[in-house]
C-alpha cells in the first residue's frame, strides 16, 4: 500500500521576524551600496554638509577632538573588538566546551572583514580631505571599518550571552556597553574627520546584516539551543 507523504511542517512563527528583519537589512544596505556607488548628488551633499559643520566642530573642541582619538585608537579599534571576539572563543572553548561555536564566532568576524575590504576595494571611495586635518585614515572610506566591526563583534557577543542565559544585570550592562561602543565609534569617526556619515551608516547596516545571517546559520546548525 502506498503511504502518503506527510506535509511539510510550517516556519516556526518566531522565524518569520528574523526572515523580515533580515530582509529589509539586506534591501537598506543595498540601496544605500546603489547610492553610493553612482555617487547620487543628493547623498554626496548631505554627507558634505554634515562632514563640514563636524570638522569644523572637531577643530575647536580639541580636547573632545583629543578623547575621540583615543577612543577610536584604542577602546573601539577593529583590532580591539577582535581580541575581545578571540577571549570570548576561548571562553567558548573552555568553560563550554563549544569548540563549533567558537570557530563559527571567529569566522563570521573574519568574513566580516573580508567583505568589509571587498567592499571598499570595489567602490573605492575617497575619505574626506581637510586643510587642517585633526586625525588621518588609510584605505577606502565604504563602509566604515572601525563601525562594521564594532557592530559585528558587539551584535554576535550580545546575541551568545543571551544564548547561554546571562543573568539581568549582566545582560542590561553588555548591552548599554554594547550600544554606546557601535554607536560611538561610529560618530568618533565622523567627528575625526577620516569618514563620512553614510560610509558609518553602511557599517552599520551591513555589520548587522553579517549578525543576523550568522545567527540564522548557527540557529540551523544548533537548533535545539535556541534563545
Request: hydrophobic fraction near 50%; charged fraction near 15%; glycine fraction near 8%.
Amino acid at each position: 500500500m502506498h503511504t502518503p507523504h506527510a506535509a511539510s511542517p510550517p516556519r516556526p512563527p518566531e522565524h518569520r521576524p528574523a526572515a523580515l528583519f533580515t530582509g529589509v537589512l539586506a534591501l537598506c544596505s543595498a540601496l544605500l551600496l546603489t547610492l553610493v556607488g553612482v555617487e547620487w548628488r543628493p547623498l554626496l551633499e548631505l554627507d558634505s554638509d554634515v562632514a563640514r559643520t563636524t570638522h569644523r566642530w572637531a577643530v575647536e573642541e580639541r580636547g573632545l577632538t583629543q578623547t575621540s582619538r583615543v577612543l577610536t585608537d584604542w577602546v573601539w579599534d577593529p583590532w580591539t573588538m577582535r581580541v575581545l571576539c578571540g577571549v570570548a572563543a576561548v571562553l567558548l572553548v573552555r568553560r563550554y566546551a563549544d569548540s563549533w561555536t567558537a570557530l563559527w564566532l571567529v569566522l563570521t568576524v573574519a568574513v566580516g572583514t573580508v567583505v568589509q575590504q571587498g567592499l571598499k576595494a570595489a567602490l573605492d571611495r575617497a575619505r574626506p580631505v581637510w586643510p587642517d586635518p585633526v586625525d588621518s585614515a588609510h584605505y577606502a572610506a565604504f563602509p566604515s571599518g572601525h563601525a562594521m566591526t564594532a557592530t559585528v563583534v558587539c551584535g554576535l557577543l550580545l546575541w551568545l550571552l543571551r544564548r547561554h542565559g546571562a543573568g539581568r544585570v549582566l545582560w542590561r550592562t553588555a548591552l548599554v556597553v554594547a550600544a554606546l561602543s557601535v554607536t560611538g565609534v561610529g560618530l568618533t569617526r565622523v567627528w575625526l574627520g577620516v569618514h563620512w556619515p553614510t560610509d558609518v551608516l553602511g557599517g552599520w547596516l551591513i555589520g548587522a546584516l553579517v549578525v543576523v545571517v550568522a545567527v540564522g546559520i548557527h540557529r540551523r546548525r544548533c537548533p535545539a539551543r535556541r534563545n
